[in-house]
C-alpha cells in the first residue's frame, strides 16, 4: 500500500490491537481501516500513543495542492475534512472504503518536547482539534457527524497522558 501523500510504502504496526499503516521515514502520516476505527470504541484512550513515536523525514511536504487518492481503492479521492498548517495536522477520509488518512505531524513533533512545554502544547493542540477542527465539522450532516465521531476516537486513541 502507498501513501496517498508522498508515495512511499506505507509499513503496518500494531497498537493495542489496532492495526494502522503508516508512512514510515518520511510524511509519517497514517491510514486506518474502517474495520480498525470500529474497534476503537473498547480501546483505552491513549493506546495509541506509540503510533507517534513514527520516525518523520524532514521537508517531505503533506499539505500540497494535489488531491490525495485512497491508499486502498487507489482510484476514489480523499475527502479532506479539515486540516491546519499551524499545528501541522491534516484529516481525509474515502468516500468509496471510509477509511481515515490522518497527518497528525504536529502531534508527533509535540510529544519529543520536554514536561511543561509538552503539557501546555498538548493542551492547546487538542483544544484546537477537538473544539474548532472537529465541532467545526457540518454536523447537521448525519454522515459527517458519524465522521467527527470516528476523528475524535482517533484523536481519543493518540492523546498521551498527561
Ligand atoms: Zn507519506
Ligand atoms: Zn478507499
Request: glycine share 6%; charged share 25%; hydrophobic share 35%.
Amino acid at each position: 500500500m502507498k501513501c496517498p501523500s508522498c508515495e512511499n510504502e506505507l509499513t503496518q504496526r500494531k497498537a493495542s490491537g489496532i492495526q494502522a499503516n503508516i508512512c514510515q521515514n518520511s510524511c509519517g502520516g497514517f491510514w486506518f481501516h474502517i474495520s480498525q476505527i470500529r474497534k476503537l470504541e473498547h480501546v483505552k484512550p491513549g493506546a495509541g500513543y506509540d503510533l507517534l513515536t513514527v520516525e518523520i523525514a524532514d521537508g517531505v511536504k503533506t499539505y500540497r495542492d494535489s488531491v490525495h487518492p485512497c491508499p486502498q481503492c487507489k482510484t476514489t479521492l480523499l475527502y479532506r475534512h479539515f486540516f491546519s498548517r499551524k499545528y501541522d495536522t491534516e484529516v481525509n477520509q474515502c468516500a468509496k472504503c471510509s477509511g481515515f488518512w490522518i497527518d497528525a505531524g504536529g502531534l508527533a513533533k509535540i510529544v519529543q518536547l520536554k514536561n511543561k512545554e509538552k503539557k501546555m502544547r498538548l493542551e492547546e493542540y487538542f483544544t484546537v482539534i477537538m473544539d474548532e477542527k472537529i465541532s467545526g465539522m457540518n454536523l447537521a450532516s448525519p454522515d459527517l457527524a458519524e465522521s467527527a465521531k470516528m476523528i475524535t476516537q482517533i484523536f481519543k486513541f493518540l492523546k498521551p497522558e498527561l
